[in-house]
Nanobody, 124 residues
Framework: QVQLKESGGDSVQAGGSLRLSCDAPGVVRSYMIGWVRQDLGKAREGIAVIDIDGTTNYRDSVKGRFSISRDEDTLYLQMNSLKPEDTGLYYC?????????????????????WGQGTQVTVSS
């Protein structure tokens, strides 16, 4: 059973930093895995994705500020220079890599496995 559990979300002021973690034993290096954000309007968008080979893809709005990385069992999202528009519920999501990372970034609902989400709130 694929299990994903996010943590690290918090309320911070604009310009601050957070690091999100996704506990994903046996998943990180075997699946396409990434971070997906759901805003207050319930819209979901891919934030960052890392492929099995380590290739990363980022949404344009977070390039230069966010960094996705992994170790053996955990996926991370380092979030710097946070902005109010970064606010949302951040999910860790995974899928067998049927396609490349950019495909999943733009089609986050294609991910098959999801965590419970961790809330990030950025105030100005």
């Amino acid at each position: 059973q694929v299990q994903l559990k996010e943590s690290g979300g918090d309320s911070v002021q604009a310009g601050g930093s957070l690091r999100l973690s996704c506990d994903a034993p046996g998943v990180v290096r075997s699946y396409m895995i990434g971070w997906v954000r759901q805003d207050l309007g319930k819209a979901r968008e891919g934030i960052a994705v890392i492929d099995i080979d380590g290739t990363t893809n980022y949404r344009d709005s977070v390039k230069g500020r966010f960094s996705i990385s992994r170790d053996e069992d955990t996926l991370y999202l380092q979030m710097n220079s946070l902005k109010p528009e970064d606010t949302g519920l951040y999910y860790c999501a995974a899928d067998w890599p049927r396609y490349g990372g950019r495909w999943y970034l733009n089609r986050p609902h294609e991910f098959s496995h999801w965590g419970q989400g961790t809330q990030v709130t950025v105030s100005s």
